[in-house]
């Protein structure tokens, strides 16, 4: 009902032409309908196309939707495709079935031939993803490396317990900057790895706890700059002149947990999938959280490195991770230095280094 994609200040900002993103937009009407719509109901933040394009307008949100209806026509003709969109339409899979568009889109427009192996059982294996570049073959698969239920549970208390404190504690003349402890998740959940209270429910609680003693600082001292609660954390009020004056910081997961799970859940799985494929295999990954580049380089190639026929086949993982707006920063690039074909000998590496800006595994301004 709203076509805003249409409207001039967001054509101008865009590299499309009004008829480019038309024929998009028709596109996308055709796969994702209203029916569908309906079917996916209270779980449309689950679904990365709904998430990406409901909740509010911008140019990123534009250049999201044009992309993926154009790149949805150059591939649709491809062989497996009406298993990617399956996935793509679905709750649980729409993330890595999105990744999958986005590089299988990026190797056609470089001139590499694209196939969608589709397994002969649901049992069997086989890559997301074949390239082929002249003599050249390279199989992709794509994981999504869910979060784990403590994972999800602390994302949760961290974004209600941020708009509590910033609803509680903004008089509108200051504004509060929060650096978070991390909770004692362990607390929270049963042995059977469920939640035993919510989220929401605990952030309320604390928030409630630190509202409390902020105002009581606020009538003794009439105008605190630090507080803190010991296991909550702490903060201090600043002027709205001040740039970028209201933020909360989350503490990080350590770099050895975030790669094991990324390893374990991801890299290693992939691998698997790849070894059928009898070519150089890249496992592209989609995580929450990644490790440092450093840290994960390490990791990773001393791990290869022992079990060269076992990973051999391998030649390098990419490691997506949302970010906000929830779009993809430039992946990390683990490369495998004892893979039987050397990335930087396929033709690939040279597309995937160009079109993300990579250098030595970042990119270039991470």
Known sequence: LDAWWEEENWVSQSKFTLEEIRSAIEVLKTIFTAEWAVKIGDNDVANIFLRNIRY????????????????????????????????????????????????????????????????????????????????????????????????????????????????????????????????????????????????????????????????????EYSSPLLFGIEGIGFGRFVGTAVPNSAWMNLPSMPDDRLFARLFSNGIERASDQLRTANCPGIAAIYAEHSPTYEYAQAEFESIVRKEQSRFGHLAACLVFQRQALFQYRSPLLLVNPASRVRFDQLNVSNVIRKVYGLEDGRAANR
């Not at 996935?87 to 899979?93: G, N, V």
């Not at 570049?133 to 794509?142: L, P, T």
Request: aromatic share 10%; net charge negative.
């Open 56 to 219: 509010g307008k911008s140019i990123w949100q534009h250049r999201y939707i044009i992309v993926l209806g154009r790149q949805i026509a150059i591939l649709r003709d491809r062989p497996g495709f009406t298993s990617v969109l399956s996935r793509l339409l679905s709750i649980d899979d729409s993330e890595s079935a999105d990744m999958e568009l986005s590089l299988a889109a990026l190797l056609l427009g470089n001139s590499f031939d694209i196939d969608f192996p589709v397994p002969k059982s649901k049992r069997g294996k086989s890559p997301d993803i074949i390239a082929r570049f002249g003599d050249e073959i390279v199989a992709f698969e794509c994981k999504q490396l869910e979060a784990s239920n403590k994972q999800r549970w602390l994302d949760n208390y961290y974004n209600h317990m941020s708009r509590l404190l910033r609803d509680g504690l903004d008089n509108g003349e200051r504004h509060i900057q929060f650096e978070f402890d991390e909770p004692p998740v362990d607390r929270y959940f049963g042995r059977d790895g469920n939640a035993i209270r919510e989220a929401t429910a605990v952030a309320e609680e604390v928030a409630n706890q630190l509202i409390s003693h902020v105002r009581s600082r606020f009538a």
